[in-house]
């Protein structure tokens, strides 16, 4: 009790403390309260601050504000309008046709694990190869239905797609045209003693911008690099799986060994429990090697600074409480609550407050 105690004391002696607490407080409630509702938005939210990452970097190098702007949105556009014409096309095909095979992967798949106790029956009793079996069928069929209901086939699903993909274009242009308006207006609601949370969101915004900035190129080579790899071996599936592959270094550690299950699907389907599934399993481990060891150290020398356990923490806490959003959010969300750490006034600081204010 005496540590809540002192705690409460600290937050209420101490009006930057306050601000700051309430802000976290209140934005948290918003997010939880209206992620569903406000999801084009929000998405629209992450788009714009990820355009303006790009365009602060234009502006450092000293290229026209309207220009830069006028650019990254270009872009923006031109790269939305291939994905949607060309890559989610091909993808849905991809992720349709697998879907379908998973009744021959099944079968396979039983045939192999069933011959286990007879191949190893030191290690596999026929019980336990029952209970894989079961457990193999059911991560198979939450997976292939989890990517169907992914593709919105519904008729709600259908006009969720559309109404993204007509307002948040609509409203990432007019967040990232009016910021400086926008945010303003926010300001003019807060305190003018407001130092403490701006040197939190000063710290959030640098180490946020070096990771999504390095989390952007990451993808791109992860995902090419992967394709080409999975092509030349002639995986099937080699578009989605580059796709999934590529996305899954926002999740990291965990996201890479998700991943390669799906991998492993493919490859036991295409070949059996051959030589050639073997090679596809060791090409993606060494994809994964050169990202973590050799592309990750040089992106992000100077981005985020997070102990990998508490990366890890970060990511089962979140995700345990917005499920996969707060996965994908892990370590953004685990940015914001080191900065808050890291500017919490230590108690040699909270003394001389405390005293003034009495």
Same mark, same amino acid.
């Given at each position: ?67 830069? $702007? ?32 998973? /009744?021959?992967? $099944? ?7 069933? !011959? ?9 009793? /026929?019980?336990?190869? %029952? ?45 990232? #045209? ?23 969101? #000063?710290?959030? !915004? !640098? &180490?946020? &911008? ?12 992860? %995902? ?11 995986? &099937? ?14 999740? /990291? ?10 991998? %492993?699907?493919? %490859? ?38 997070? !102990? ?51």
């Amino acid at each position: 009790m005496d540590i809540i105690r002192d705690w409460y004391k600290t937050i209420s002696k101490n009006p930057q403390l306050t601000l700051l607490v309430l802000l976290l407080v209140l934005v948290t409630t918003a997010i939880i309260l209206t992620a569903d509702i406000l999801a084009p938005f929000i998405t629209a939210l992450v788009l714009a601050y990820l355009l303006q990452v790009f365009i602060d970097r234009l502006d450092q190098l000293n290229v026209a504000r309207w220009l830069s $702007m006028t650019l990254v949105f270009a872009l923006f556009l031109a790269f939305a309008l291939v994905v949607l014409v060309g890559l989610i096309p091909l993808l849905i095909r991809q992720i349709t046709q697998l879907a379908r095979q998973v /009744p021959d992967l $099944m079968s396979r798949l039983q045939d192999v694990v069933m !011959h286990l106790p007879e191949d190893y029956p030191a290690l596999v009793t /026929p019980d336990q190869a %029952a209970r894989i079996m079961d457990q193999v069928q059911t991560e198979i069929v939450d997976f292939s239905q989890f990517m169907l209901g992914s593709l919105g086939g519904t008729v709600v699903g259908l006009m969720t797609w559309i109404v993204y993909l007509i307002i948040v274009p609509l409203m990432v242009f007019f967040l990232v #045209k009016d910021k400086d308006k926008i945010v303003a207006w926010i300001k003019s609601f807060l305190p003018q003693q407001r130092q403490l949370a701006g040197e939190v969101w #000063k710290e959030v !915004h !640098h &180490q946020l &911008q070096n990771y999504v900035g390095g989390k952007v190129i990451e993808i791109a080579i992860v %995902a090419v690099v992967t394709y080409i790899v999975f092509a030349f071996i002639n995986l &099937q599936y080699a578009l989605l799986l580059a796709v999934i592959t590529g996305f899954s270094v926002l999740i /990291p550690y965990i996201g890479a060994a998700v991943v390669t299950l799906p991998i %492993a699907m493919v %490859a036991t389907l295409q070949w059996g429990l051959t030589g050639d599934a073997v090679t596809a399993l060791i090409a993606y481990g060494i994809i994964q090697a050169l990202d973590g060891n050799v592309l990750v150290p040089f992106l992000f020398s100077e981005a985020v600074d997070i !102990h990998p356990v508490a990366i890890i923490v970060a990511i089962l806490f979140f995700g345990g409480i917005w499920g996969f959003w707060g996965v994908f959010f892990a370590i953004p969300l685990a940015v914001v609550v080191q900065a808050v750490i890291r500017s919490w006034p230590s108690k040699s600081e909270r003394i001389p407050q405390a005293d003034s204010v009495d």
